[in-house]
């Protein structure tokens, strides 16, 4: 990141630019494998979720009929 200043009157200006696109808001630079990385993370974090979700009612029902086959009341 590079920073020029310059004093106009009484204000202080600085100018601030980015070294790359991919530059953060500190100016470090994210590697490409960081980023695969992450995103690789990220996919693998919501299918995880997305499998939990989607078997909670299944899970709900297995319990619910044991309880029946044990002759537990559950409603």
Known sequence: MTVNSGKIGNN?????SPS???????????????????????????LCLLSVVGY????HDVAHDA????SFPCH
């Not at 202080?12 to 601030?16: D, L, V």
Request: aromatic fraction near 4%; charged fraction near 10%.
């Open 56 to 59: 909670a009612q299944a899970t």
């Open 67 to 70: 309880r029946h086959t044990f």
């Open 20 to 46: 790359s696109p991919a530059s953060g808001i500190l100016g470090h630079d994210i590697s490409r494998t960081n980023r695969v990385i992450t995103a690789t993370f990220a996919l693998a974090l919501g």
């Open 12 to 16: 202080t200006k600085a100018n601030i």
